[in-house]
């Protein structure tokens, strides 16, 4: 299956937590009685217990970590709010010779 950008997938009726830095891959995932397993290219990125309550989400808390730092390098990436990336317009009127000046 491939992992959805919220880095949870579903088995069954509950939701188990994925390493997001596999947002968008192609992973694998293995069940039995008593345990979940999601592998990527045969590594173990996620290994929960099973469980078996309906519409239980099951959280490794190094996977919200993870997660929380992803975010916080994607917001350093952003301008600040406040880096004014607009231009005047009539830097436009000019450009296309509306004012009679030469831009």
Not at 26 to 44: I, K, Q, T
Not at 72 to 88: E, F, H, I, S, V
């Amino acid at each position: 299956m491939r992992l959805d950008r919220d880095y949870y997938m579903r088995l069954a009726p509950s939701d188990y937590s994925v390493d997001p830095h596999t947002i968008g891959r192609m992973v694998e995932v293995a069940a039995d009685l008593e345990r979940v397993r999601v592998r990527l290219e045969g590594l173990v990125i996620a290994d929960h217990a099973r469980i078996w309550a309906r519409g239980m989400t099951i959280t490794d808390p190094t996977h919200v970590a993870a997660a929380r730092g992803l975010r916080q390098r994607l917001q350093q990436l952003r301008p600040a709010p406040g880096d004014d990336l607009t231009r005047d317009l009539a830097d436009y009127d000019r450009a296309f010779g509306l004012t009679g000046e030469v831009a």
